[in-house]
């Protein structure tokens, strides 16, 4: 959906947010909707609608990297100017999935930790090359780990994530992108609807992150960012004029977009819990069929979780 304008303050008035990704930007079917919980799109819309600036989600639960890349990316709006990506957790849960399936061999976890996780990465990273070919200012979100019960779900999530997590931040590293880390930020019971899925409140620290990233990257330095760089790859990606007679780079790391950070608050906003009836409302798109296939991960009772 896309977002208008209502009013500007003295803000950017061009700014427009982009959310594509998984449920972890598009979890309305997981909260009581109907009590009043909100969305971390809602509450998105609720700042948006405030500052003035514009806003589209295209994120989709269930989706998978190659789901967003194929059916999201396309889709990016031409004004867009702030993208949030959230995704690849699905990627991870379906690798859990086949280990699960194969009794946790030794075979099947080396083929998942090792191969598997190295494969995702690899898929993530061309994923961000593709969409720093769009000019926009991009944060790029971790992912955080399941509130399962199981003592071994929630240790190998710990390994799993812990080694897929630092590869996305190398990969932000690398292509200059912007980390809004959900692995440091969900530390309650409270911020979770169930295992896999944020509450209201764990939204509200999504939306209060992702609401600095857009407030620290002003339009004027994206105008210079696509101006002066357009898409550099990594640093080794540089233009034949940007070479002195000597074969020297003349770009160096200090001449690169200094927007750059890490966002981590565990900040909540009491406005953004409030509950809003109408705000609250909304019309869901069906399920994928892969997240209604993931609904025993979503039971709290997983300990005993068969596939």
Not at 55 to 63: E, H, I, N, P, R
Not at 91 to 96: E, R
């Given at each position: 959906?896309?977002?208008?304008?209502?009013?500007?303050?003295?803000?950017?008035?061009?700014?427009?947010?982009?959310?594509?990704?998984?449920?972890?930007?598009?979890?309305?079917?997981?909260?009581?909707?109907?009590?009043?919980?909100?969305?971390?799109?809602?509450?998105?819309?609720?700042?948006?609608?405030?500052?003035?600036?514009?806003?589209?989600?295209?994120?989709?639960?269930?989706?998978?990297?190659?789901?967003?890349?194929?059916?999201?990316?396309?889709?990016?709006?031409?004004?867009?100017?702030?993208?949030?990506?959230?995704?690849?957790?699905?990627?991870?849960?379906?690798?859990?999935?086949?280990?699960?399936?194969?009794?946790?061999?030794?075979?099947?976890?080396?083929?998942?930790?090792?191969?598997?996780?190295?494969?995702?990465?690899?898929?993530?990273?061309?994923?961000?090359?593709?969409?720093?070919?769009?000019?926009?200012?991009?944060?790029?979100?971790?992912?955080?780990?399941?509130?399962?019960?199981h003592l071994f779900f929630k240790s190998l999530a710990s390994l799993s994530l812990g080694?897929?997590?630092?590869?996305?931040?190398?990969?932000?590293?690398?292509?200059?992108?912007?980390?809004?880390?959900?692995?440091?930020?969900?530390?309650?019971?409270?911020?979770?609807?169930?295992?896999?899925?944020?509450?209201?409140?764990?939204?509200?620290?999504?939306?209060?992150?992702?609401?600095?990233?857009?407030?620290?990257n002003p339009l004027s330095r994206l105008s210079r960012h696509r101006r002066d760089q357009?898409?550099?790859?990594?640093?080794?990606?540089?233009?034949?004029?940007?070479?002195?007679?000597?074969?020297?780079?003349?770009?160096?790391?200090?001449?690169?977009?200094?927007?750059?950070?890490?966002?981590?608050?565990?900040?909540?906003?009491?406005?953004?819990?409030?509950?809003?009836?109408?705000?609250?409302?909304?019309q869901l798109a069906p399920a994928t069929a892969f997240s209604q296939a993931q609904g025993?991960?979503?039971?709290?009772?997983?300990?005993?979780?068969?596939?």
């Amino acid at each position: 959906m896309s977002v208008p304008r209502e009013h500007t303050e003295n803000l950017d008035d061009e700014v427009h947010v982009v959310l594509i990704g998984d449920s972890t930007l598009d979890n309305g079917r997981y909260l009581n909707l109907a009590q009043g919980d909100l969305s971390v799109e809602k509450q998105l819309t609720s700042i948006c609608m405030d500052r003035g600036w514009d806003m589209t989600v295209l994120a989709q639960d269930g989706s998978m990297l190659e789901d967003v890349k194929e059916r999201q990316v396309p889709l990016i709006p031409e004004g867009a100017t702030h993208i949030v990506l959230s995704a690849s957790g699905n990627d991870l849960l379906s690798l859990l999935n086949q280990m699960v399936l194969a009794n946790f061999t030794f075979s099947s976890m080396y083929g998942t930790i090792g191969i598997g996780l190295n494969e995702v990465a690899e898929k993530y990273r061309a994923l961000l090359q593709q969409l720093k070919s769009h000019g926009c200012h991009l944060a790029v979100c971790t992912v955080y780990r399941p509130n399962f019960n199981h003592l071994f779900f929630k240790s190998l999530a710990s390994l799993s994530l812990g080694l897929h997590n630092s590869r996305i931040q190398k990969i932000c590293e690398d292509l200059d992108c912007s980390v809004i880390d959900f692995a440091n930020m969900f530390d309650s019971d409270e911020d979770f609807a169930n295992p896999l899925e944020l509450s209201t409140r764990g939204g509200s620290k999504v939306v209060e992150n992702v609401a600095a990233f857009v407030t620290d990257n002003p339009l004027s330095r994206l105008s210079r960012h696509r101006r002066d760089q357009q898409f550099l790859g990594d640093d080794t990606a540089y233009l034949p004029d940007s070479m002195t007679s000597w074969g020297v780079p003349m770009r160096c790391c200090a001449t690169r977009s200094q927007g750059r950070k890490t966002y981590a608050s565990k900040a909540i906003s009491k406005n953004l819990l409030t509950p809003d009836e109408a705000l609250a409302r909304s019309q869901l798109a069906p399920a994928t069929a892969f997240s209604q296939a993931q609904g025993g991960w979503r039971d709290r009772s997983n300990e005993t979780l068969h596939t």
